[in-house]
């Protein structure tokens, strides 16, 4: 039986799955160097289609950051940190739609 959440609750551990998801693909990140070169930084948004038995099934840009090479890029990360954090206890056994925020930021020298 899965256990039944308010809509508020389930939207807060959705955005903090995401978060978690986020952290974890982070470490996946090759900032592209045309990118790099030219100083182009963003926020990449993605949304996940997670089965009820915890694999993804579909990754879709949801958001461009303004900048082909990094959508590509935070795409590309998705899929080299398979497999993904498992997620929270309250939100597991049931479809998930997941919105993960992929930041491209140039670290200042």
């Known amino acids: ?8 609750h389930e939207n807060q551990l959705l955005a903090t799955y995401g978060q978690s998801i986020s952290k974890e693909i982070k470490r996946f990140q090759k900032y592209p160097a045309p990118a790099q070169r030219r ?19 579909a990754i879709t840009l949801a958001k461009s950051s303004g900048y082909a ?6 795409l590309g990360m998705v ?23 992929i930041v491209f930021r140039l670290q200042d020298s």
Do not use: C, F, H, Y
Not at 69 to 74: I, Y
Not at 79 to 92: I, T
């Open 1 to 8: 039986v899965v256990p039944k959440l308010d809509g508020a």
């Open 39 to 57: 100083g182009w930084q963003g926020t990449a948004e993605i949304l996940l289609k997670i089965a009820a038995d915890g694999k993804v099934t």
């Open 79 to 101: 899929r080299r940190a398979s497999p993904l954090p498992q997620a929270p206890a309250d939100l597991r056994g049931r479809a998930l739609v997941v919105s993960v925020p």
């Open 69 to 74: 090479v990094l959508d590509e890029e935070a």
